[in-house]
Nanobody, 115 residues
Framework: QVQLVESGGGLVQAGGSLRLSCAASTNILNIRSMRWWRQAPGRQRELAASITSANVVNYADTVKGRFTISWGSAKNTMYLQMDNLKPEDTGIYYC?????????WGRGTQVTVSA
């Protein structure tokens, strides 16, 4: 079974940057899209960014202009570049790959932005 592993989280000051990675244990077939979700303490999980297999991207209004989602060269690695981070970006970030008939999730990586 394919596993997704996120990395790149950590503690950063406001205005700083982080680059999150999502690596699959093997090549993923029949990908429709990849998404980065995030969940702040005490809040519901929200969709931060998404990219389709045709490279159509969408961002939440709260991250637009600051976050960039992208595929790796082999499409078994995905990235989220996060710039100009704000304290409200703090949370656990999850990688999610949508296939034709299945949805894959990683376990998340913690991002903490200090004021």
């Amino acid at each position: 079974q394919v596993q997704l592993v996120e990395s790149g989280g950590g503690l950063v000051q406001a205005g700083g940057s982080l680059r999150l990675s999502c690596a699959a244990s093997t090549n993923i077939l029949n990908i429709r899209s990849m998404r980065w979700w995030r969940q702040a303490p005490g809040r519901q999980r929200e969709l931060a960014a998404s990219i389709t297999s045709a490279n159509v991207v969408n961002y939440a209004d709260t991250v637009k202009g600051r976050f960039t989602i992208s595929w790796g060269s082999a499409k078994n690695t995905m990235y989220l570049q996060m710039d100009n981070l704000k304290p409200e970006d703090t949370g656990i970030y999850y990688c999610n790959v949508m296939q034709q008939t299945a949805s894959l999730w990683g376990r998340g990586t913690q991002v903490t932005v200090s004021a």
